[in-house]
């Protein structure tokens, strides 16, 4: 069962990490690169991909750089998430990008390198 | 979530662009806390004030937001990158950085917040009365509020605790219930924690908690090590709220916070022996901390360079107490408007290490500043590094 956070709809490729993520640090603002060496996407581009990850952590100005990322056009089209942190939401608030929490079961089925297709308005939201 | 007539109206434009974002922003939120219905708060303390963090885009965002958006509630700020009484002193800070950093600055003053520039707004003002809503988007404030002010608040994040003070709203959902439920209850094992013990055991409990913890085998600590103590909790997870506890819950989940866990986190932030600078204040300090400072170095001097953060407010009435003359004597450098964490004052190409009481600066300092860390508690930063 899908929650909707923040409307809207996307079609792309899945990144996914296991790893929750502070935007804060961990992600390059302009390029959209994850810089820190800890995750598992380290290096990796975050740029027009559906990000699949836990939930954000760490601080509250995390929400800038998901915002920054927008304007940057470095920003992940979508967002798919296990738990909503009020940080991510109020990003992707801010940014328009549509994101949604999904279950655990949900959440362990979707792969990387998936193409994936979000539409909030749908009756079944995920495809 | 529930929202009033009114609030769909704001919600669907009818009250104006900002009006609309500050309400979507308030949704998502929410929606992400399975909030049933917003309800009104009397203070906001917004974060992303620093150019450091918010960049270019965040710059941009708060110049136009300001021409037309007002805050509805009383409102402060966290602290800037810079203190500008100080600039010339640091060379290495270009004129882009001011210019950037003041168009902020005059952003948030625009939109009618204090100019507070801290991240201790509870050091500055007297708190309301109990359980009072607030919006504290600055970790270790909402942490502080909830667990030693009585007021309630989530952990908010920049973007919420704006929408909050343009709306004068918050979602009601988590901390901001009666009915917390906290299922785990950190053990304290250590005999006569410095501050910095205070620092590391909430940085464990930040990491090992979800939203509030349960605190046993700790008496009365000092204000200090409970800003320590915040300022580490805040620092490392989502936890946003602690209960000091004589008998523990038996029902709760029980972790030891012993000489084990201490030295893991000491291990993952101290990466230097010593350090070229020191820095005092993440959080910023308080009048009560100055003057305790003013006492310990009395007829003593810093070695090296020594930078001390504290508000402005509390600069200034720390010079009306006399308290700054011998902190300046020995040498230390009182900065206002800034902290340790993510200023751009410590000049990596000079500094490889820093040392500091505080586990909130470490965390900064080793991830974001990039420089080592040498970690001490105050009274032995003072022993060591004066003469």
Redesign the interface.
């Known amino acids: 069962m899908s929650?909707?956070?923040?409307q809207g709809k996307a079609q792309g490729t899945v990144l996914k990490t296991t790893s929750p993520i502070n935007f804060?640090?961990a992600v390059d603002?302009k390029t959209g690169v994850i810089r820190d060496e800890k995750y598992d996407i380290f290096k990796k581009s975050i740029k027009d991909t559906v990000l699949v990850f836990p939930h954000g952590?760490g601080?509250?100005?995390?929400?800038?750089t998901i915002?920054?990322l927008k304007?940057?056009q470095s920003a992940p089209i979508a967002m798919i998430c296990q738990k909503?942190?009020?940080?991510?939401?109020?990003?992707?608030?801010?940014a328009n990008i549509p994101?949604i929490?999904v279950s655990n079961e949900e959440f362990d089925s979707i792969q990387n390198g998936n193409e994936i297709s979000i539409d909030t308005k749908s009756e079944k939201i995920l495809n | 979530m529930e929202l009033t007539a009114e609030e769909k109206a704001a919600l669907n434009g009818e009250h104006g662009e900002t009006l609309q974002?500050a309400y979507?922003?308030l949704?998502?939120?929410g929606?992400?806390?399975n909030a049933e219905k917003l309800v009104p708060i009397k203070w906001a303390h917004l974060?992303?004030v620093?150019y450091n963090?918010?960049?270019?885009?965040?710059e941009?965002?708060l110049r136009e937001l300001s021409k037309d958006a007002r805050v509805k509630v009383k409102a402060t700020v966290n602290p800037m990158g810079i203190d500008f009484d100080h600039i010339s002193e640091f060379k290495h800070i270009d004129d882009e950085f001011v210019q950037k950093q003041a168009s902020i600055r005059d952003s948030y003053i625009r939109m009618g917040v204090e100019p507070t520039f801290s991240c201790t707004p509870y050091d500055i003002f007297d708190l309301p009365e109990k359980n009072t809503q607030v919006s504290f988007?600055?970790?270790n404030a909402a942490i502080f509020a909830n667990s030693l002010g009585g007021l309630k608040t989530?952990?908010?994040?920049?973007?919420?605790?704006l929408?909050s003070a343009i709306t004068g709203k918050s979602p009601y959902s988590d901390l901001r219930k009666d009915d917390i439920t906290t299922p785990m209850t950190i053990r304290m094992k250590m005999d006569n924690p410095s501050e910095l013990d205070f620092g590391m055991l909430g940085f464990f409990a930040g990491k090992v908690g979800d939203t509030s913890v349960n605190i046993s085998g700790v008496s009365k600590p000092n204000r200090r090590s409970c800003k320590a103590l915040c300022g580490g909790m805040g620092t490392s997870?989502?936890c946003a709220k602690f209960q000091f506890v004589d008998t523990e819950d038996e029902k709760s989940e029980k972790v030891d916070f012993g000489k084990e866990e201490m030295n893991e986190v000491f291990d993952e932030l101290n990466t230097a022996e010593k350090g070229d600078i020191i820095t005092l204040g993440s959080p910023q300090l308080s009048l009560e901390e100055l003057s305790d400072l003013s006492k310990m170095l009395k007829g003593k001097s810093f070695q090296k360079r020594c930078m001390i953060f504290c508000s402005r407010a509390v600069q200034e009435q720390a010079r009306s107490h006399n308290y700054t003359n011998e902190i300046e004597r020995a040498g230390g450098e009182i900065l206002s408007d800034c902290c340790t964490c993510l200023t751009p004052l410590i000049d990596t190409n000079e500094t490889d290490a820093v040392t500091t009481n505080s586990i909130k600066g470490a965390y900064y300092l080793k991830?974001?500043t990039g420089v080592d860390v040498n970690l001490k508690p105050l009274a032995k930063i003072i022993e060591d590094e004066t003469k």
């Open positions: 929650k909707i956070i923040v804060l640090g603002k952590i601080s509250s100005v995390g929400a800038y915002y920054s304007s940057n909503a942190d009020l940080t991510v939401a109020s990003g992707c608030a801010l994101m929490v | 974002t979507r922003i949704v998502a939120t929606e992400a806390t974060s992303g620093n963090t918010i960049g270019d885009s965040g941009e965002f988007a600055e970790s989530n952990k908010e994040s920049a973007f919420s605790a929408a997870g989502t991830n974001s």
